[in-house]
C-alpha cells in the first residue's frame, strides 16, 4: 500500500464498506484509507446478497491508481477492482470487467450487472465476450433475490438505449445491452 500519509473521511469509508459483505468490510476499510475517496455522487444502489444488505455506490471518484492492483492479496485485489467498476472514468471501469467476471464470488454479481446498465456500449460489448466467464448459478441467485435491482438496471440500459444508441441498432434485440439482460434474465428464471 501507499506510504503516503492519508485519512479517508468516514463516511466515506463507510459508503465504500457498505457495498461488501461483513466479513470483507475491513478489507475493503484498509482500501478506503489508501485510495481516500473524495467524491461519491449518487444514490447508493441497493441488494441483498446471502442475506446481508449491500449498498453499492453509484460513482466513486479517488487518487487511487491501477497500479495498486498489483500490491493487493486475493480478496483485497477483487474488492479495488468492484470499487473500481463504479470509477467515474468509463476506461477505468471498462479495464475491471475481465477480473470481475473471472469469480464467482456472489458479492461480485451486481457490480457487474451495474456496469451492464451504463451508457458506454464497449464495457457492454466487452461484458458480453465475457458471458461464458460467469457462473451463471451464482448470478441467477443473486438476480432471483433482487429482481428490482434487475429491473432497474434494465430500464437504465433501456432508456441509454433510446437516447444513444435506438438510431444506430433500431431493433432492441440487435443491441448488445438488451441481449445481456435477455441472459440475466434466464439465469434468473433457471435453477
Known sequence: MSSRPRKAAPEHTALLTAAFPARLQAEAAYIAEDICPSVMSGRGLSVIVQDESLTLPYRVQHGGGESLSSKLDEPQ???????????????????????????????????????????????????????????????????????????LAQQRMTSYWDCYYRRRWRRSETYVGFRLFKQFREWQVSD
Open 77 to 151: 485485489a477483487l474488492i479495488y477492482a468492484c470499487i473500481q467498476s463504479r470509477h467515474h472514468d468509463g476506461h477505468v471501469r471498462q479495464r475491471q470487467i475481465e477480473r470481475l467476471a473471472g469469480t464467482s464470488e456472489p458479492w461480485v454479481v451486481p457490480f457487474m450487472v451495474q456496469l451492464c446498465s451504463e451508457y458506454v456500449v464497449e464495457v457492454l460489448q466487452d461484458i458480453e465476450a465475457c458471458l461464458p466467464l460467469l457462473d451463471k448459478h451464482v448470478y441467477g441467485t443473486v438476480l432471483r433475490g433482487n429482481p428490482a435491482f434487475l429491473h
